[in-house]
């Protein structure tokens, strides 16, 4: 009889383990038919204009490519992070679900990029080099 209470037991458990993983998958195929935004409405700042949010997109950008010509080889993953890290030392916030947007931060290709991660309340910038 308790070897029966047990295996129910872990059988409950892989059940509601089964359940979350399901849970989770639908939630990202609900978003899959959504576009990606536009990088303009995904940083935000306190009283900041579009224009603001452009021109400082546009300034992170040609850092960017800057640091792109000096570490030749770099992936596009850390490009994005490297402009990332740009935007947010210039006060910006990432925003990951923009109005009528798929949420960045669960496609799996950029839920661990410095964007996504500057979410969390312990996220700590990278130093300046």
Known sequence: M???LREAACLKK????CICLLLTG????IEMHLPSAPSEVSWKKEDATQSEVVSA???CGKLTQQHEQLM???TS???DDFNSICMLRKGFKFVPKADGYANWCLMNHFSDSIAC???DSDFVLPPEQ
């Open 2 to 4: 308790l070897n029966l």
């Open 14 to 17: 892989v059940l509601l383990g």
């Open 26 to 29: 639908c939630v990202y195929l």
């Open 57 to 59: 997109l546009i300034d």
């Open 72 to 74: 030749r080889g770099s």
């Open 77 to 79: 993953f850390e490009l």
């Open 117 to 119: 991660k500057s979410m």
